[in-house]
């Protein structure tokens, strides 16, 4: 079966630009997560989305925003892009949690923020 | 706040004998413990998950103990390969709650 797609897999921005990433997920697994990794603050957790409902929260500013759609898959946005923001954004999919039998990761998105 | 900590950030081992990665955590108590490999340029792959009312688990050439009164999980990779060469990372969680991944050990094989 397919897994986890994430597009881009490569994206150059401007500061101060927006940017949307999307994740579709495995099919059936209603559970998405969303992660930053940069080499000094490795996996960070953004948020967890479970049926089109924002199940946890981690702690990034209010610019990092994202949704889910009735069909599971997600989206991630930031707005008013910072040269920090520079980072491998992964997503992660479960069927309703992932202490019931780990993630399924995808490739990710590279985001460079100019 | 919860701390998670992954013995070292490398480690060399020669290629057929047995890595052991640690994983401590303080200020938590997680029901169960995951472990992951990532490659360069790639999202992690889940390997394993222990629960907190099981010592120990195996699959392959990997086994996972977990040690709820030390708070540490142990990674073993018996009869290693140059091809196990991988950053491991380690994520202690609880259900419905979002997990925090460890720092990782990057693990290198030498033939």
């Known amino acids: 079966k397919a897994g986890v797609t994430q597009t881009p897999r490569y994206l150059i921005k401007t500061r101060g630009q927006q940017v949307t990433l999307s994740c579709s997920p495995i099919?059936?697994?209603?559970?998405v997560s969303w992660y930053q990794q940069t080499p000094g603050q490795g996996l960070q957790f953004l948020f967890e989305?479970?049926?089109?409902?924002?199940?946890n929260k981690g702690n990034f500013p209010g610019r990092f925003s994202g949704r889910q759609f009735s069909n599971s898959r997600s989206e991630m946005n930031v707005s008013t892009l910072e040269l920090g923001d520079s980072a491998l954004y992964l997503c992660?999919?479960?069927?309703?949690?992932?202490?019931?039998?780990?993630?399924?990761f995808g490739s990710g998105t590279r985001l460079t923020v100019v | 706040s919860q701390k998670i900590e992954q013995n070292s950030e490398a480690l060399n081992i020669q290629e057929g004998k047995t890595a052991t990665l640690t994983c401590n955590y303080t200020?938590?108590?997680?029901?169960?413990l995951q472990w992951y490999r990532q490659d360069p340029g790639r999202g992690p792959v889940f390997l394993l998950l222990?629960?907190?009312?099981?010592k120990e688990k195996r699959k392959e050439r990997l086994k996972v103990t977990f040690d709820t009164t030390l708070k540490q999980s142990l990674f073993h990779i018996t009869a290693s390969q140059p091809a196990d060469s991988a950053t491991y990372l380690c994520?202690?969680?609880?259900?419905?709650?979002?997990?925090?991944f460890g720092p990782g050990t990057r693990l290198s094989v030498l033939p």
């Open positions: 992660a999919s479960s069927p309703t949690d992932a202490g019931r039998g780990g993630y399924t």
């Open positions: 222990i629960r907190e009312n099981e």
């Open positions: 994520a202690p969680g609880n259900y419905g709650q979002n997990f925090v």
């Open positions: 989305y479970f049926s089109e409902t924002q199940r």
């Open positions: 099919s059936g697994h209603r559970s």
């Open positions: 200020n938590y108590s997680p029901a169960y």
